[in-house]
C-alpha cells in the first residue's frame, strides 16, 4: 500500500515510494533553513565525525535555548547565518552523512506520537517522493541506520519523561551545568568523572570505569545513569561507604 497524503499515519508494515540522489532537481534543498533539534546522542556522533571536542562543536555548530524551568535544554544545529543552509551540506550532498543527525535520517517521514509515520514533506518539494522505489518502512529505518539511534534516545527519554511529568523546584545553576555538561559535553563530563573526587565516592565497575575512558557512547549511557542518581533519585549509583556524603545530590559536586 503507498500512501503519498502528507496527513495519512502509515505503520512500519507500509511502503511508500521514495529514492534521494544527486541529479534530482531538488537536491540539497531540504538542507536548508530547517530546524533540527539534536539529541545527546546527535552531538556525540557529530563531533566525532568532525573531530572536534564537544565544546568546540557546541561553539560553532549549535544553538543553545535554555529556560529556567526547564532542565533540559534545546540544542538546535546552527544553520549558515547568509545562505540559511546546514553547515554541513555541499553541492555533492551532507558531507557528515554517516553520522547526520536523527531527522535528517528519517526525512521524509517523521515519527507521530503514536509510533506511527507520516510525510513531513510532500511531492512538490521532494522530487525522491515521485522516484518509482519501493520501500517497507520497516527496512527503510534499517536502512537508515536508525535502531542505534532509537536505542540510545530511548535510554535519553528514561530521563527527560520524568523531568517533564514533574514540576522542578531547582534553583542552583551549577545543576543545570552539570546537567548539560553530562548530556551534552561529554569531553567535559569525562574530565569531570576522572579527574574530580567521583571515583572515589561512588562505587564503579572497573570494567565500566575502563569503558567510559574509551568509548563516548558508553559515557553517555553512564551520564544517563548519574542524571537519574543525582536529579531523579533512582539508585542507578552506590555511594562508597568511606565517603558518606550529607546529600546524595549533584548539588555536592
Ligand atoms: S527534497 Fe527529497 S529528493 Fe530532494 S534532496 Fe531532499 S530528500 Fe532528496
Ligand atoms: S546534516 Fe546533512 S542531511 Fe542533515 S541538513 Fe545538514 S547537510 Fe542535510
Redesign the pocket.
Known amino acids: 500500500m503507498d500512501k503519498t497524503e502528507s496527513l495519512v499515519r502509515m505503520d512500519a508494515e507500509d511502503t511508500f515510494k521514495?529514492?534521494?540522489?544527486p541529479g534530482?532537481s531538488?537536491?540539497?534543498?531540504?538542507?536548508q533553513d530547517v530546524t533540527i533539534i539534536l539529541t545527546p546522542y546527535d552531538v556525540m556522533r557529530l563531533k566525532n565525525s568532525l573531530k572536534m571536542s564537544s565544546d568546540e562543536f557546541l561553539d560553532e555548530y549549535t544553538l543553545i535555548f535554555t529556560s529556567k524551568d526547564k532542565l533540559i535544554p534545546l540544542v538546535m544545529l546552527k544553520m549558515n547565518e547568509d545562505d540559511k543552509k546546514c553547515p554541513f551540506v555541499s553541492e555533492d550532498g551532507c558531507h557528515i552523512y554517516n553520522d547526520r543527525p536523527w531527522p535528517c535520517r528519517m526525512?521524509?517521514l517523521d515519527i507521530n506520537d503514536d509510533g506511527t509515520f507520516r510525510y513531513i514533506?510532500d511531492k512538490s518539494?521532494?522530487?525522491?517522493?515521485s522516484e518509482n522505489i519501493s520501500w517497507r518502512i520497516s527496512d527503510w529505518l534499517v536502512e537508515q541506520g536508525i535502531p542505534i539511534y532509537e536505542e540510545v534516545n530511548a535510554l535519553f527519554s528514561e530521563v527527560i519523561n520524568p523531568l517533564r511529568a514533574q514540576s522542578l523546584d531547582i534553583d542552583n545553576p551549577k545543576i543545570y551545568k552539570m546537567v548539560f555538561m553530562a548530556l551534552y559535553n561529554l569531553d567535559k563530563f569525562r574530565e569531570f568523572v576522572f579527574n574530580s573526587s567521583f571515583l572515589s565516592k561512588f562505587e564503579v565497575d572497573p570494567v565500566i570505569i575502563e569503558k567510559i575512558k574509551r568509548n563516548d557512547l558508553d559515557l553517555l549511557k553512564f551520564s544517563f545513569d548519574w542524571i537519574k542518581f543525582g536529579i531523579l533519585g533512582q539508585k542507578t549509583f552506590q555511594v562508597k561507604p568511606e565517603a558518606v556524603p550529607k546529600d546524595n545530590s549533584l548539588k555536592d559536586n
Do not use: D, E
Not at 531538488?26 to 538542507?31: I, M, R
Open positions: 521514495f529514492n534521494c540522489m534530482v531538488c537536491f540539497t534543498q531540504c538542507c526525512f521524509p514533506t518539494r521532494c522530487k525522491g517522493l
